[in-house]
């Protein structure tokens, strides 16, 4: 059981930690920078296995068009396959869908002869609906390709948000509080 919420301070840190935990996925130091610094425009989730816990946190970038965008997901490596990532990932598609976005979509690394090990990562997104979308050729360097992954968003009825919700274990949803808004693209 997954408790999943927002958090608003120390962000930056709890960012620093995740990335720091995963050197394997978080190779390049000017770019975790980046990433940690982004939070502070992000909205970010939290995931343990209670309220004050961080075992998992998952970035989102809620802009001005109709894809929300995950820019930074992380789980302990201790707590793979324990359900944790999925519970983030849910919660960021009920946050986004509740405020008009109508995809989900993520910038990761497509299959590679050099590195295996955004393999699982792959699989991951893919076993949760996510579509490869489309190869982006040397989009972080030269022969550094970028694979965009794409999930539509559910429209779901109220009461299967709460269902869901409370699939993925949190007490509080991340939604609660936030303010309903109608997304100018819908
Ligand atoms: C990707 C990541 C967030 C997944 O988190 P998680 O909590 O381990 O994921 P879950 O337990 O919810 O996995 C759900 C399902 O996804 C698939 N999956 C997850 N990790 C997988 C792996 N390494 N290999 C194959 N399938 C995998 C499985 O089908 C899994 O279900 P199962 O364990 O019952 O077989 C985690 O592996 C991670 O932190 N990776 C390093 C950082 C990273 O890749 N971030 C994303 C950058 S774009």
Not at 1 to 11: A, F
Not at 17 to 32: C, E, R, S, T, Y
Not at 63 to 69: I, K, N, P, T, V
Not at 139 to 159: F, H, N, R, T
């Amino acid at each position: 059981m997954w408790v999943v919420r927002e958090i608003t301070r120390g962000k930056a840190k709890f960012a620093r930690q995740l990335i720091k935990a995963l050197p394997q996925w978080f190779v390049h130091d000017k770019a975790n920078e980046r990433y940690i610094r982004a939070t502070h425009e992000q909205t970010l989730l939290a995931a343990g296995r209670d309220s004050d816990e961080v075992i998992g946190i998952l970035s989102l970038r809620l802009g001005s068009e109709s894809g929300a965008e995950i820019a930074l997901l992380g789980v302990t490596p201790t707590y793979h396959r324990q359900g944790c990532g999925t519970a983030l990932i849910n919660s960021a598609e009920i946050m986004a869908g509740d405020r008009g976005y109508r995809y989900l979509f993520v910038e990761t690394l497509p299959a590679s002869e050099v590195s295996t090990v955004y393999d699982g990562t792959r699989k991951f997104y893919a076993g949760l609906g996510f579509d490869s979308l489309t190869r982006l050729v040397d989009y972080w360097g030269k022969g550094k390709d970028c694979l965009l992954m794409l999930k539509s968003i559910e429209a779901y009825p109220v009461s299967d948000k709460r269902r869901l919700v409370g699939v993925v274990g949190a007490s509080r949803s991340p939604q609660t509080g936030a303010k309903r808004r109608k997304h100018p693209s819908r």
